[in-house]
Structures are given as structure tokens and as C-alpha cells.
């Protein structure tokens, strides 16, 4: 799939806010400062589509893109470490999660984490709240241009010896960097070969 089109629809703060799930749809999510708008970014190959910062947190609505004028990508706010209130943090939690058990055209979660650092809790955790609700997602390394082949196989494989503890079978698990536009062409396939399971 190439990306010939890519514009910003709308900011949500409920789900109702949303676009109206006419077309597949694909969310981003991870860590606060994963490299959320930078992958999507260079995966849709505009430079400013989503604001990029390097204050943790940025991301404090449901941002809609409309990609090919066929489907949705939506950035969900960060978890974890940002510098904001705990009030703020759990009204985050709260519209995060109705998107995500609500969305009725949501085909898939792309699960950003960073390949830099050893499991982290709050991914783990994550990644077994989506999968106790049934809700489909992939796991994307973000940031493997900062490793040698040899540390990114070692924090890949302690990623895989964790999940494969409480998981049958593994999510599907991809490889990307913003900086080398490494595994974006492998992304955006699985897109092309998912959306036609929108009905």
C-alpha cells in the first residue's frame, strides 16, 4: 500500500466524538514519548501529521486521521510517565478504554514499545488488558535503529518468553524506525491485507 492521501479529521474527547465508523480503523498507542507521532508520521510519510514532542504526554485526545480517504487511523493518548495530574491521567484511562471496548470499526491495535528497554510493566499489562477483552492487536518496536542487531534480539526475545507465559500464541510482532523508515512498507501490507475484514 502506498499513502497517497493523509489529513487530519478530528480531536475527540468520547468515543462519541469520533468519526462515524464507516471505514476500517487501526489505533496507535504506547508508552508516553514511545515514538507515536513520529512512526505515524513517517508512515504516512508527512512530516507534521502529528504533533511531535519531546515532552511526554503530547497526545491528550483521540486524534483521526483519514488515510487514502479509505480508512481511519486514530492516535490514542499515551500511558505511563507524563507530567501531567492524576485527575488528567484517569480521564485519559477512562476515554481510552471506552475508544477501545466501543469501537465498533476498529480492526486492530498497533501496541507501541520502545525496543530499547527490557519488558516494562505498563506494556505487559497493556497487552493482557487487550487481550482479556478480545480487542485484536499487534505489537510494534519503536526506536530499533538505536540498538545493534544483538541487544534488539535479546529484548525481543525476553519480550516473547513473558507473553508466551500467559498466551497461547503470540500477537503478531513488527519492527520499526522512524529515523531509518525501517518497517513501515511491513505495516502498512498488514493494513492492505486487514481491512478487507470490514464489513
Not at 490514542?76 to 481510552?96: D, F, I, N, R
Not at 512498507?185 to 470490514?198: K, Q, R, S
Amino acid at each position: 500500500m502506498k499513502i497517497k492521501a493523509a489529513e487530519f479529521v478530528i480531536s475527540a474527547v468520547t468515543i462519541e466524538g469520533c468519526p462515524k465508523p464507516t471505514m476500517p480503523e487501526y489505533a496507535f498507542i504506547g508508552r508516553s514519548n514511545v515514538g507515536k507521532s513520529s512512526l505515524i508520521n513517517a508512515l504516512t510519510n508527512r512530516r507534521k501529521l502529528a504533533k511531535i514532542s519531546v515532552t511526554p504526554g503530547k497526545t491528550k485526545l483521540i486524534n483521526h486521521f483519514l488515510i487514502n480517504n479509505s480508512w481511519y487511523l486514530a492516535d490514542l493518548p499515551g500511558y505511563g510517565y507524563a507530567k501531567v495530574s492524576k485527575k488528567e491521567k484517569v480521564k485519559w484511562k477512562k476515554m481510552t478504554k471506552d475508544y477501545l471496548l466501543g469501537r465498533t470499526n476498529l480492526l486492530s491495535v498497533f501496541l507501541l514499545i520502545d525496543a530499547r528497554h527490557k519488558p516494562q510493566k505498563p506494556d505487559l499489562e497493556f497487552s493482557s488488558w487487550l487481550g482479556e477483552n478480545s480487542i485484536p492487536f499487534t505489537l510494534v518496536f519503536t526506536k530499533t535503529d538505536k540498538l545493534s542487531t544483538g541487544e534488539l534480539e535479546k529484548n525481543i526475545s525476553a519480550y516473547k518468553t513473558i507473553l508466551i507465559e500467559a498466551w497461547e500464541e503470540l500477537p503478531q510482532i513488527f519492527m520499526s524506525s522512524s529515523v531509518k523508515k525501517t518497517g513501515l512498507t511491513a505495516l502498512l501490507d498488514y493494513i492492505e491485507a486487514t481491512n478487507p475484514l470490514f464489513k
